[in-house]
């Protein structure tokens, strides 16, 4: 059977050579089956570190923003936010009226918004909202801070009590102490890698770690639409509104489409992160250090990869990241179309 997967398993080690990635763990479901297992490498660049093991949990960076789009989907859903087009001056006292202006809770949750930071961190205006689409922190915080006023919990306190501790995860959580299962990140690969921890476990950092099994299971938990083991565990209609095409509709029809977060294949689009022979509906998360997780529902198919390198693909034989990406997600889709 891994025979069939040995251009994707060459692919995913290829890249963790040429990235300086120490560490890879690739995992692939078939309906509701793990057809896939592979791990990779060690815990660090440094000698001696930790060989890579089915508990190895790896930091996902921006790949948590499909965690707080569940948060996100549950909160419209139960009405604590009433519309996806309620005006964020509605939720955001805190943020100068005019500088939001017609800014809604869509714009927000499919980068469409236009706002951004600098460096002295003073919010500004760089597009009017549903005129382009700009992928920015300030959002993520924005939503965030959200959730927990609307559920006075944090995004990690809701998501432990109705969905990870249903299903039994233990090595998905953000982190603030290093322990020997965390797998370190590489920034420079002249220097030894690092832990990547947060001042708080409430979500608002990029700390969240979780094991390749875990992280394919998030994606099964997405692709049955919260329905496990004849379980509902998560309303299908929240799955849904995390997973379908929320985005506005643009004029110009290179930007990338996206649900609660989520990047969704809609028509191939120039911008996009997902391969133009990716069936129509799959949905996938990204983050810095690595971690790809996609889902094509029309194959029933699941793929969890990850590394432990912060920033990859961008100039390997001159192309940028989104050749890579878009490269891993056409040969998934190859691999299973046959």
């Known amino acids: 059977m891994e025979n069939r997967y040995q251009k994707i398993i060459?692919?995913?080690?290829?890249?963790?050579?040429?990235?300086?990635?120490?560490?890879?763990?690739?995992?692939?479901?078939?309906?509701?089956?793990?057809?896939?297992?592979?791990?990779?490498g060690s815990h660090s660049n440094t000698e001696g570190s930790l060989p890579i093991t089915q508990f190895s949990q790896f930091n996902v960076a921006s790949a948590r923003k499909s965690y707080l789009g569940l948060a996100v989907a549950y909160a419209i859903h139960e009405g604590k936010i009433k519309s996806l087009d309620d005006y964020a001056v509605n939720y955001f006292e805190e943020f100068d009226k005019e500088l939001l202006g017609r800014t809604t809770i869509r714009n927000l949750i499919t980068h469409s918004h236009g706002l951004n930071e600098d460096e002295f961190g003073a919010v500004y205006r760089e597009f009017n909202p549903a005129k382009g689409w700009a992928y920015r922190g300030i959002n993520v915080l924005m939503m965030t801070q959200l959730i927990k006023r609307l559920y006075n919990q944090s995004i990690s306190e809701l998501l432990h009590e109705r969905v990870f501790l249903p299903l039994g995860y233990k090595e998905t959580a953000w982190q603030t102490k290093e322990n020997e299962k965390l797998v370190k990140v590489i920034v420079n690969p002249k220097e030894e890698a690092t832990y990547?921890?947060?001042?708080?476990?409430?979500?608002t950092e990029s700390n969240l770690y979780v094991s390749a099994r875990e992280f394919a299971h998030w994606g099964n938990l997405h692709l049955k639409r919260g329905n496990i083991n004849g379980k509902q565990i998560v309303?299908?209609?929240?799955?849904?509104?995390?997973?379908?095409?929320?985005?506005?509709?643009?004029?110009?029809?290179?930007?990338?489409?996206?649900?609660?977060?989520?990047?969704?294949?809609?028509?191939?689009?120039?911008?996009?992160?997902?391969?133009?022979?990716?069936?129509?509906?799959?949905?996938?998360?990204?983050?810095?250090?690595?971690?790809?997780?996609?889902?094509?529902?029309?194959?029933n198919v699941v793929v969890a990869k990850m590394y432990n390198k912060r920033y990859n693909y961008e100039g390997i034989d001159g192309e940028n990241y989104l050749y890579y990406l878009k490269e891993?997600?056409?040969?998934?889709?190859?691999?299973f179309s046959k």
């Open 196 to 203: 990547k921890l947060g001042n708080s476990n409430d979500g």
């Open 10 to 40: 060459s692919w995913v080690e290829d890249i963790k050579d040429r990235n300086h990635s120490s560490a890879s763990a690739l995992i692939i479901l078939k309906d509701d089956a793990m057809v896939l297992e592979h791990y990779s």
């Open 235 to 299: 309303p299908k209609e929240v799955i849904e509104l995390a997973t379908q095409v929320q985005s506005p509709e643009y004029k110009n029809k290179e930007f990338p489409l996206n649900g609660a977060y989520w990047y969704v294949q809609g028509t191939p689009s120039l911008r996009s992160e997902i391969g133009d022979r990716v069936p129509k509906g799959a949905f996938q998360i990204i983050g810095v250090t690595g971690p790809t997780l996609l889902v094509i529902p029309e194959y």
């Open 328 to 335: 891993f997600s056409n040969l998934v889709a190859d691999t």
